[in-house]
T-cell receptor, first 111, second 113 residues
């Protein structure tokens, strides 16, 4: 079955700098890759997603890139702000049944 | 997400007791999911349902049970067989299973008395 690895587990960046979180997946048949943001004690919220027929997608300061050959996808956050501090989860679809989740990255924005 | 309502927000279980967590959605989604999240950890799938009257075990189904009698409802029962139930429980739904975005409720925090 699908396996998703997420790195790093913790990322600390200076406010205004960029942050990059990377996930690798094992199943070449996976075709949907969402990213979620979870603030402390709250529910995960979808921030961006990408499908396998697209290499890159951007939404304001957030972008996701997908490399199907290498089987990895990355979340890029530019001009980081204090409100970007949260845990970020990546996921990959497994067949038509479920999402397989990464372990999460705690993003800390230093003032 | 206003489309998914979980209740209660906090729940306390006595030893040997079964408790039921409610999850209701008004998004007209076919698929629903239950996840368990332990402090500082990721999401682990307990059960999922692709359609009414059908559900499948996830990675950690032991000690839990579900039903899907109505499209909008997917209650989770934490049975006394679940010896370590203290966790944050999240319900989610999607239009279909697999390659669709999942929308989450606000969660139920379960603790042992």
């Amino acid at each position: 079955g699908e396996n998703v690895e997420q790195h790093p587990s913790t990322l600390s960046v200076q406010e205004g700098d960029s942050a990059v979180i990377k996930c690798t997946y094992s199943d070449s048949a996976s075709n949907y890759f969402p990213w979620y943001k979870q603030e402390l004690g709250k529910r995960p919220q979808l921030i961006i997603d990408i499908r396998s027929n697209v290499g890159e997608k951007k939404d304001q300061r957030i972008a996701v890139t997908l490399n199907k050959t290498a089987k990895h996808f990355s979340l890029h956050i530019t001009e980081t702000q204090p409100e970007d501090s949260a845990v970020y989860f990546c996921a990959a679809s497994e067949g038509n049944y479920q999402l397989i989740w990464g372990a999460g990255t705690k993003l800390i924005i230093k003032p | 997400d206003g489309g998914i309502t979980q209740s209660p927000k906090y729940l306390f279980r006595k030893e040997g007791q079964n408790v039921t967590l409610s999850c209701e959605q008004n998004l007209n989604h076919d698929a629903m999911y239950w996840y368990r999240q332990d402090p500082g950890q990721g999401l682990r799938l307990i059960y999922y349902s692709q359609i009414v009257n059908d559900f499948q075990k996830g990675d950690i189904a032991e000690g839990y049970s579900v039903s899907r009698e109505k499209k909008e409802s997917f209650p989770l029962t934490v049975t006394s067989a679940q010896k370590n139930p203290t966790a944050f429980y999240l319900c989610a739904s999607s239009a279909q299973t697999g390659n669709q975005p999942q929308h989450f409720g606000d969660g139920t925090r379960l603790s042992i008395l």
